[in-house]
């Protein structure tokens, strides 16, 4: 029997993005976003929400820009980081010792550090009511050569991306392969 948990904000597994993106001086600011996802396949396209008091929110709407960065485990007490202090009143790169590398192809940072980042261009804002959902166009996405497999797309096992649980607020690994999408179920 399934017990009602009301309405939460309780997706799993929820992923831990990074949004980078730069101020109106060109500081390059970044931000720990756990609402998000892929929005869309053509044209690709990502959404984030973030709430408008954010500096991130400011950043994106005079930029019209950002990139999604996906930490490893490595990296976990610093992409925290990204979500407990603001930027208004911190300079997170410098806090953290992390790399902001400027973007060729949008007005906006990425993490060096990072296995994983997607560059992108805003195409749509929604209000929704505490939050402001982005979705960015996907102009190019990133990866560290050392976290690829032999087709050379992203392998999670080499990532060590890591999720968040929002019912607990504690972030959990993932990466360990069950089985291969659109096969395993084909003789159902």
């Known amino acids: 029997m399934k017990k009602s948990l009301g309405a939460k904000t309780m997706l799993f597994p929820t992923p831990v993005l990074i949004v980078c993106s730069y101020d109106a ?12 996802g892929i929005a869309c396949s053509e044209p690709p396209c990502v959404a984030i929400s973030i709430r408008d008091h954010r500096k991130t929110y400011e950043n994106i709407m005079a930029n019209k820009a950002f990139t ?5 485990e490595k990296y976990m007490k610093e992409a925290d980081h990204f979500g407990i202090v603001s930027g208004k009143t911190e300079d997170k ?23 994983l980042v997607l560059e992108c261009s805003l195409k749509e804002t929604h209000r929704l009511g505490t939050h402001t959902q982005f979705i960015g166009e996907i102009k190019d996405v990133k990866a560290e050569e050392s976290s690829l497999n032999a087709k050379g797309f992203p392998d999670a096992e080499k990532m060590k991306a890591f999720m968040f649980d929002p019912s607990t607020s504690a972030y959990y690994a993932t990466g360990k392969f069950l089985a291969q999408a659109f096969t395993v179920g084909k003789n159902k």
């Open 25 to 36: 001086k060109g500081v390059p600011n970044a931000m720990n976003v756990a609402w998000g």
């Open 68 to 72: 999604v960065n996906i930490p490893s």
């Open 93 to 115: 790169f410098k806090a953290t010792g992390l790399t902001p590398v400027k973007s060729t192809l949008v007005n906006a940072p990425y993490i060096k550090e990072f296995p």
